[in-house]
């Protein structure tokens, strides 16, 4: 007996041949060395991690470690009672659905949020705050373009991060808020003086909710949340939402949006943000003309755009290879541009020595296994 077979059938056979070939290059990938950073350090990023990556349409890694100590367990179940979640030991555990607080890794969600405003052409980072926001005009402050916002180059001197956090959990609404922020002095130049602060989002997210008419938590859901799917991110339920660190998340949502921001702005076919956006969120503002006033020291070799720490080898016309937004509970969000991956880390534990370097260490194993 003989078989004949179709041109058809032949192209088919082909290409099922290439699939196969093609399907094990990700388990070929070697994770060992990210394995062995989890393992070794689970105790002291406070015994829960997640850690999520992404590349080319799937996520390529998923793995959770919990191994917490017996005061760790009683604080966490002090927490949880306090949140009403249940008290037990799997409650506490950690996977890619675990919704915790993120701290400043919210600035890159708002800084894209105030973006989508740009790309519909209702918001130009040229204008000056003090057109959306006369109290800023009242207090001198009216001529600070909205782009500086973005890139803590306000020049606003709202005290240290705590500082700089309480002025805006203190107030009672948003107005109250910006009028906090418009007192404080000033302590250099708009545009080249860098000061990592809450305050610029803060003013930006007041403008967002003034040309829209909604609120901010809402215009969050509607613009950036819901076209990612990201079902458990949002601002809290506080009285004004702090743009650049109130936000709750999971690792599962927060990688919707990683995945987002690396695809040029586009999420499952969606175009969230326009690709001219994502580049623009991703050039170097930290000039060599810029007064540093304050930033964190595990930062301070690297740039900074639009709500995100950029890899400071990069020119300030091109898009970074390398963007980020650590928050101050631990969790770590990146993208690689060059390697095209997403990853995202979440832990909670305030206090930890050496924190960036062993971060460095992490993502330099991420970037191998990717290569």
Known sequence: MSYKFSPSCLKCSIAIILLLLLH???????????????????????????????????????????????????????????????????????????????????????????????????LNLEDSIGKYLPIMNKYGKGGIKIKYCLSHLTAINTGDLKESRDIINNASSMNDAIESVAKADMEGVPGKTFHYSSA????????????????????????IAKPCNMVNTDFGAARVPLAAGSAFSTPKDYMNFLSMILNDGKYKGVQVLSNASVIEMQKNRITKDITIAYTPDETKSMGYGYGEWLNNDTAGDQRSDMATSPGLFGSLPWINNKEHYAAFLMVLNIQYKGRQEKYNDLMRRVDEAMQ
């Open 24 to 122: 094990p290059c990700y388990a070929q990938q070697d994770f060992s060395r990210v394995d062995d950073w989890l393992a070794r350090n689970i105790k002291v990023v406070g015994g829960r991690e997640v850690l999520v990556i992404y590349k080319d349409g799937q996520i390529v890694y998923n793995k959770s470690i919990n191994d917490l100590n017996v005061r760790q367990k009683m604080i966490g179940r002090m927490i949880n009672r306090r949140q009403g979640k249940p008290d037990t030991d799997s409650a506490l555990n950690f996977t890619d659905s675990t919704r915790e607080p993120i701290a400043s890794c919210s600035k890159w969600l708002s800084a894209a949020l105030v973006m989508t405003f740009v790309d519909e052409g209702k």
């Open 200 to 223: 610029g989002l803060q003013i930006a997210a007041a403008i967002i909710e003034k040309i829209s008419g909604k609120k901010f938590n809402d215009l969050f859901e509607e613009r």
